[in-house]
DNA sequence: GTCTATACCGAGATAGAC
DNA sequence: GTCTATCTCGGTATAGAC
């Protein structure tokens, strides 16, 4: 059961506070789950207050995934910047952390994968343009760091190979996160882990 | 727009008739997205009909769900008897290539890892049960193939290393499956493979 | 076991006063 | 912009005839 949890930031525009009530509820119960009376009383409004701010559910929905796009890849692009001058051992890790980091702790992650996965049908065709997007930034970001560390001489194995198995990675321990408490995860993680690095270091 | 697929085999019993044209509908729209009209119209009969077979929605979907998790864990089973006495490296492969068939082309595939990752609230808890018999099933499989592996000199990683990192890669492959075309996803899982299994031959 | 009819509810959405 | 009141629709579920 979950409970109502009141958005109070009252220095917010009431759009902005729709829409950080409602994410978690999505993330959480999906978009058929999710009713519009549960969002007005997170907020802490009544329902039909939320028409003059969204056309519909739908309308809501959607401004909320492009959002949660946009986060996704600010998130890319700052651990570009941070992790600028180290090894690529270092590179690739950190970035398997700090996106397992990402995706456990905001719900913006939550949302972004479940309805990677089970789009509403309707707005299949839709999300799936926004998904490509973000997935090309990511494959941006490993495409340069996993050619560096070729030059580096830190890996021996084919680019290619190297990136899709680092995304399989990623995709494989974030999936876990749904099923495995944070200590096995953890555990799991740098296994999975090690055995990536040993197929790519030679 | 799902289509109406009418369940015809007449020879079933109704109760299982209900099941297999239920099974999809959870499986593409989810528990709340799916109605008992839709289903019954599927089966061909009307609404209240399916009252007597089942008690009530949820009655319906949990009975749906044990099938599934019984279906993953004779696949397994098969698995096993099937490829007894090749390599280490192709019992790991044809493993990988049969699990990805078999969550590709089975709705009950399709279903059982939705829910593994996105619940219905409610039914949370008991299906963690199920899916964690699910799991251990695979474990267990694993861990004879990896053990003999590692008798034969196959493999020179950790065993712990080697099952978490493939499982790893079956629940990273498996979530490609989504979004990605056949063809590309069968790329990205040969690459994926091939980084895996240079990790662990040595 | 299956049907028609219906109860009951909550959903998304709109009208119109303030 | 927010409210109360209301509309319409479709959901789950039940009653009771056949």
């Known amino acids: 059961m979950l409970g109502v949890t009141t958005v109070s ?4 525009p009431m759009s902005e506070r729709i829409e950080r009530a409602a994410l978690p509820l999505f993330a959480r119960k999906g978009f058929e789950g999710t009713s519009l009376s549960k969002i007005a009383k997170c907020v802490g409004i009544k329902k039909p207050s939320l028409y003059a701010h969204f056309a519909s559910k739908e309308d809501l929905f959607f401004a909320i995934l492009q959002k949660v ?3 996704y890849r600010d998130f890319l692009e700052r651990q570009v910047q941070q992790h600028g001058d180290v090894t690529t051992e270092k590179q690739l890790y950190c970035l398997l ?5 990402y995706l456990e702790n905001e719900d913006l992650g939550l949302l ?12 299949r065709d839709t999300f799936n ?3 490509i997007q973000s997935e090309e930034a990511l494959t941006n970001v490993l ?3 996993v050619q560096e560390g070729k030059r580096r001489g830190e890996i021996q194995a084919d680019p ?4 899709d198995a680092y995304i399989c990675l990623l995709d494989g321990t974030f999936e876990q996160l749904f099923y495995y408490s944070k200590v096995e995860h ?3 993680l740098q296994n999975a882990w090690r055995i990536f690095w040993r197929g790519i270091h030679g």
């Open 9 to 12: 930031s009252t220095k917010l």
């Open 69 to 71: 796009n946009r986060d």
């Open 97 to 101: 952390k700090d996106h397992t980091t």
């Open 112 to 123: 972004f994968k479940r309805f990677m996965l089970f789009p509403p049908l309707v707005l």
């Open 129 to 131: 343009e926004q998904f």
């Open 143 to 145: 495409l340069e760091v």
């Open 160 to 163: 290619d190979e190297v990136i």
């Open 186 to 188: 953890e555990q799991r």
